[in-house]
C-alpha cells in the first residue's frame, strides 16, 4: 500500500492540523451514495466488478492486435487516453521486443502532430482503439474519422476489424457508428466518467496491447481499494486529502507534483486532469503542476526555491529501483568524481531527494512525500487507487461535486457556433 509521510509539511499546517474528521465524513458521503455526483462514484467498485468474461475479451482483443500489428492507434482526450498513457510510458518505458508500438492521437487539434504520428506510422500493420464515453468530442471524432479512412485504404473491406470502440453502452455517435458497422465494441460504465475509468476497457485494453500483465493490475487494484476503505487517520488517501485541504486554508493554492522518474511524465499529467477538472469549481480548487526531478531543478527549482510562498509540493517515490548503475572507477580523477566513484545512481538519486526536500521546506515549501513500492503492475495500481480516493475525499472536503465538469463545456460550445455546427448558438 502507499505510504504518505506528511512530516515534511506539518510545520505548515495550522494548529489544529489535518481534519481528520472531516475526511472521515466525506468517506462516509461517498461510500453511502449520498453526496454530490452520486451516480459517478462506480469507480469505487471498477476493479472488483469487472466481469471475468470483459477481461477475457480485452485479452483477447489484445491478443489479436499483438499477433497481427505492428502498431496501436489509441484515439482518445483527457480521461480517455491519459490513464492509459501514463501506465504504458510509466511500466514499458521502452517496449518489449515484438510488442506494437502505441500512439496516442485526437487529443488535439494540431495537423502537424496527426501528420507526423501518421509518418511515423508508415506502412505498418496497425489496428484502432477509438475511445470516447460520449461518442461526440470532436478531437478524436476529426481524428477517428481520419484513421477510418486510412484503415479503408489499407484493409479495404476487412478495415473494421482493425476497429476496437470503447464506448458508452446505450447512447452516443461512436455507440451507434459501432453497432451499424459491427465493430468489436468495449463499454464505460454509466456509473464512470472518463477520469476516474482507468480500470476499465479505456485504460486495459491500451495496456493489454504494450505487454502489461492486466489481470495482476486488476488484482491488485481490488487489494489496493478494500485497503483504502479503512476509516482511520492511518489511511494514506486521508492523510493525503486532509493535509492537501490544510495546507490549501492556509493559502498553499499549488500543488506540484514531482517524481525522480521520467517516465512518470503521463501519471502526472493523468494527475493534473483528475484533481483540476475534479476539484478546480466554484471558485475554488488547488491549481495542480508537476514537474520531473532533477531536470526541472535546473528550470523550476529557481521558482519553487524563492517564489512566491503559495506552493505545496508532493513527491512520488517508488522504494525500488528496476536498474543499478554504479558510477564507474577511473584512473585519474581528472572529472573529480571519485567520492562517488561505486556508489549506485539509484543511491545518488535518494540522496538528492533528501537534499532537494530539505531545500524545499527550508525554502517555506510544505512538502509530501508518496511513497510507492515500485514501477510495476502492482504500484500501478496502488498510485492510481490511492490518488482516485483521494481526489474524491478532497473534493468533498471542499464542498464540490469531484464528479462533474460544467465549465468543459464552455469553449466547446464557442467552437462549435464558430464552426457552424448545425443548431450550435
Ligand atoms: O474526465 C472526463 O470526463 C473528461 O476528461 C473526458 O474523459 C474527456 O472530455 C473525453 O470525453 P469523451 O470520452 O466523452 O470523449
Known sequence: MIQVDLSGAQRFFTQAGPDFAAVA????????????????????????????TELDRILAAADTIRSRSKALVVIGIGGSYLGA???????????????????????GLSADALSDTIEKLGGRDFDVNVISKSGTTLEPAIAFRIF?????????ADAGKHIFATTDAHRGV??????????????????????????????????????IDVRRVITAAIREFEALDMRSPENPAWQYAAARQNLYSKGYTVEILGC?????????????????????????GILPASVEFTADLHSMGQYIQQGPRNLMESIVRFTHSRHAYPVPASDDNADGLDYIAGRD??????????????????????????????RDEEGLAELIGF???ACALSGYMSGVNPFDQPGVEAYKKNMFRMLGKPGAV
Open 85 to 107: 498513457r501514463g501506465a504504458i510510458e510509466l511500466l514499458r518505458p521502452v517496449l518489449g521486443r515484438g510488442d506494437p508500438e502505441i500512439f496516442f492521437v485526437g487529443n
Open 260 to 284: 525522480y522518474e521520467p517516465s512518470f511524465r503521463f501519471m502526472a499529467e493523468w494527475w493534473k486532469q483528475l484533481y483540476g477538472e475534479s476539484e478546480g469549481k466554484d471558485n475554488k
Open 174 to 211: 461512436l455507440k451507434s457508428l459501432a453497432d451499424a458497422n459491427g465493430w468489436e465494441s468495449f463499454v464505460v460504465p454509466d456509473d464512470v466518467g472518463g477520469r476516474f475509468s482507468v480500470f476499465s476497457a479505456v485504460g486495459l485494453l491500451p495496456m493489454a496491447v504494450a505487454g
Open 148 to 156: 477510418r479512412e486510412l484503415l479503408d485504404k489499407k484493409y479495404g
Open 387 to 389: 490518488f482516485e480516493l
Open 345 to 374: 545512481l539509484a543511491e545518488i538519486c535518494n540522496v538528492a531527494a533528501e537534499a532537494v526536500r530539505e531545500a524545499h521546506i527550508d525554502g517555506g515549501v510544505p512538502n509530501i512525500v508518496i511513497n510507492c513500492s515500485a
Open 25 to 52: 465524513r466525506a468517506h462516509d458521503v461517498l461510500t453511502s451514495g449520498s453526496g454530490l455526483g452520486a451516480d459517478f462514484t462506480g469507480w469505487l467498485h471498477l476493479p472488483q466488478k469487472i466481469k471475468e
